[in-house]
């Protein structure tokens, strides 16, 4: 049975938004709530044109909206399928690994680089350290459902807590912090976008020149100390930032 006939979708012909915005949103929302899981198939879109009085064109446009967002995908010889919702995160102190797992998306870590390096003249300036100081390097592939999601770089203060391989796989960085009793306070963060090189489309699974989130923050404990420098990438694609904007009294 088309689970889209259990949705109550509709259109509003007098208002100015175009049909097949209005569709796709709607549609996007049942995704969003989990009224259309992963994997599931939609149905004809003959048939859900005709249910909603809608041209196929409109339909397919709609439904073509959404498998460019990432959030359905075509496949041959099985139709159109729910593939996950796109992942919005909050701006706020959190980390990825723990926004994923609140969102039910079963995040996965994959440690690309863990090692020590003296510091650039950025990353001192942000840790607080003289330049050619050593610090330690982290860089991890983050993906979702064992897609990629994004790409993340930090650098941490040398001997602030044990970073082993087998650790940062198995859950977040800022958890292994906490563990280690350091209290998280604060962060100076910017968020930009940008293109995506080769190499870095080859590894988060999407084209060289692909629209890119970034992400630098640097993160200070609860004596006003840097405990973290991150630099990350996401898939603009599958990702979002969210913000809360307030009137200024």
């Known amino acids: 049975m088309d689970p889209t006939v259990s949705l109550q979708l509709g259109v509003d ?8 915005f209005q569709l796709s949103q709607q549609l996007e929302a049942a995704i969003e709530r989990g009224a259309l899981t992963p994997g599931t198939l939609l149905g004809n879109e003959i048939e859900l044109a005709g249910r909603l009085g809608l041209s196929r064109p409109t339909v397919r446009q709609a439904i073509q909206s959404l498998v460019d967002k990432g959030l359905l995908v075509r496949r041959r010889g099985v139709g159109t399928q729910v593939v996950h ?3 919005k995160r909050p701006l706020e102190l959190s980390s990825l690994y723990d926004d994923l797992e609140a969102a039910g998306q079963r995040p996965e870590t994959r440690v690309l680089r863990n090692t020590v390096e003296p510091a650039s003249a950025e990353v001192a300036a942000a ?7 050593e610090v330690h390097l982290v860089e991890r592939l983050r993906l979702a459902h064992g897609e990629p999601m994004a790409y993340l770089r930090n650098h941490l203060p040398s001997g602030l807590l044990a970073l082993d391989t087998p650790r940062l796989e198995a859950t977040g960085l800022y958890r292994l912090m906490r563990g280690a009793s350091i209290t998280l306070h604060s962060a100076r963060q910017s968020v930009g ?3 995506a090189t080769a190499e870095e489309g080859e590894r988060l699974g999407e084209p060289a020149g692909a ?4 992400m630098q923050r640097t993160t200070f404990d609860d004596t006003g100390r840097a405990v973290e420098f991150g630099s990350h990438i996401y898939r603009a694609s599958r990702y979002s930032f969210e913000f809360q904007l307030l009137v200024r009294p």
């Open 13 to 20: 012909r007098s208002s100015p938004v175009p049909l097949y």
């Open 193 to 195: 976008a940008r293109a």
């Open 127 to 133: 840790l607080g350290v003289a330049e050619g100081d």
């Open 85 to 87: 919702s796109q992942v």
């Open 211 to 214: 629209p890119l989130l970034t």
